[in-house]
């Protein structure tokens, strides 16, 4: 009989004395006095291990098995045994193994079984999803990504993938990458000396893109229920532990909805999310709370027992004022939030994932809904536990004069926003959505103190070496 992974074996449930072929990597290996080889080997598709138990008997015993270290790879054909372990189901009595490559200088193999420090393993990242806690977060990962392509076709939303390249700069942050083919050692300048785009690849000046959501909105305005998950950019200057340049991000637009609406299914989505993950990866959840010294099962309760804490901008901002504790950062209406105000609302004062909404429009970006005040929009962060702002969104300007108002104000181009602004000439209707920050949240569900652990190769400033 042939198995492919260890998941398979665990899954199947396949007899026990069955003959069985199994491929991985030799994640350590040791010699009992007795003589036998006991190679624990993994294959990254289940947390698991399984142990092979090679005797000297074996042909190429001396000359090859004897010699293996950390990181060789192996096939295995052997009989499967109930392992007499606690902690593992089965092992294999090998028949035979085959070595499929060695490691060379293993004593530099820089994976080795001793325990790495995450800034190392950064240094190493094309091998650092061969330890157990890159390969399970990356497991979550997977899954919370099937949970979320699940969660919104049950809910009858319309999966659209929006452009990665755009002309458009969403967020009016200004901090973009910019797409060219342009030769950059001879460009040729316009009238005002600026460089001249018009021969550019697209004729204009083009970006990857910082949000799917102005696009998206193009469709939410003829399919009413839609959302894009994809790779977004922002070359944002901020080397921190939850900033990156290259991030993903679900984004989620619904029409005839307003605010309070995808408020509730912000938290509807995360409370999902969060059940899914405690009830199929207890495995993955217990080693990452181990691994990272930190009850994740009470991390992730907490966000599936709480009942999400809304309160305006206005209220927060009294809140942080009332409170005794200093913070390096001026508390002032009208000024946005940093992570120490957040993680004070979360963590110190609700001890509970809060919703703030109705920011200053100032502070806010062009297509937020003008409130009555005129002074705030109908916009809101989901704030979590920890790691801050997790989600961003808002009801949408579909009043086509404030929001050519607020284009004028904020010195934008209307000309680039024809198309966005006929959405609103043509049948226009409230609509509203939000974008999460994928890493963000499985940096969360995961115990991870730093961004850059729960994505394959981080993308900050200065880094783009793998
Ligand atoms: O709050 P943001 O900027 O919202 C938008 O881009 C909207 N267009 C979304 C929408 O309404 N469709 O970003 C959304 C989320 C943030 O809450 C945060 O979790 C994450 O994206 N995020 C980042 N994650 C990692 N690195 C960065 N540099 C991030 N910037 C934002
Ligand atoms: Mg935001």
Redesign the pocket.
């Known amino acids: 009989m042939l198995v492919s992974s260890i998941s398979q074996l665990i899954k199947d449930k396949i007899k026990i004395n069955s003959e069985i072929t199994i491929s991985g990597w030799v994640r350590t290996k040791r010699i009992s006095k007795a003589g036998i080889a006991f190679i624990s080997l993994y294959d990254g598709s289940n947390i698991n291990d399984i142990q092979i138990i090679a005797y000297s008997s074996l042909d190429n015993y001396k000359k090859e098995i004897l010699l293996v270290t950390s990181g060789c790879s192996l096939t295995v054909t052997g009989k499967l045994l109930k392992s007499p372990k606690k902690l593992q189901k089965y092992e294999i009595c090998a028949s035979q193994i085959k070595i499929l490559g060695w490691v060379k200088n293993p004593e530099k193999y820089p994976i080795s079984p001793k325990k790495h420090s995450l800034e190392y393993l950064r240094e190493v990242s094309h091998l650092r999803s061969r330890t157990k806690l890159i390969s399970s977060i990356t497991r979550i990962k997977h899954n919370i990504f099937l949970y979320i392509h699940n969660f919104f076709h049950k809910n009858n939303f319309f999966w659209i993938n929006t452009p990665l390249i755009t002309t458009l700069d969403?967020?009016g942050s200004g901090k973009m990458f910019r797409v060219s083919t342009l030769n950059s050692k001879n460009l040729s300048l316009n009238k005002e000396k600026k460089i001249d785009f018009k021969n550019d690849f697209f004729g204009k000046e083009a970006f990857l893109t910082?949000?799917?959501?102005l696009n998206?909105e193009s469709y939410a305005c003829s399919m009413s229920k839609v959302y894009t998950f994809g790779p977004?950019f922002?070359a944002?200057n901020?080397n921190t532990n939850?900033?990156?340049?290259e991030?993903w991000?679900l984004?989620?637009?619904m029409s005839f909805a307003n605010l309070k609406i995808i408020m509730r299914l912000a938290e509807k989505l995360l409370k999902y999310l969060c059940k899914k993950i405690l009830n199929n990866h207890i495995d993955e959840i217990n080693f990452l709370s181990k691994k990272n010294n930190i009850n994740l099962f009470d991390k992730i309760n907490k966000i599936i027992k709480n009942k999400f804490i809304i309160i305006d901008y206005t209220n927060a901002i009294n809140i942080l004022i009332r409170n005794k504790k200093k913070f390096n950062n001026q508390i002032l209406w009208g000024k946005d939030l940093s992570i120490e105000h957040e993680k004070y609302l979360t963590n110190d004062y609700f001890d509970a994932p809060v919703i703030v909404y109705n920011y200053p429009k100032e502070i806010k970006?062009f297509y937020m809904y003008l409130n009555k005040d005129k002074k705030t929009v109908s916009s809101m962060?989901?704030l979590f536990p920890d790691i801050g702002?997790?989600?961003?969104?808002?009801q949408r300007e579909h009043r086509i004069n404030i929001l050519d108002n607020r284009i004028n104000e904020l010195k934008l181009n209307k000309k680039d926003y024809w198309w966005y602004r006929d959405l609103r000439k043509y049948g226009t209707v409230i609509h509203s959505?939000?974008?999460?920050?994928?890493?963000?949240?499985i940096a969360y569900i995961t115990g991870s103190c730093n961004?850059k652990d729960v994505i394959p190769f981080p993308r900050t400033p200065y880094n783009a070496k793998f």
Not at 242 to 245: N, S
């Open positions: 969403t967020e910082v949000s799917g959501q998206l977004t922002r944002e901020s939850r900033h990156l340049a991030f991000m984004e989620i637009e970006a962060d989901v702002e997790i989600i961003g969104g808002s959505g939000f974008g999460l920050g994928f890493e963000r949240f961004i």
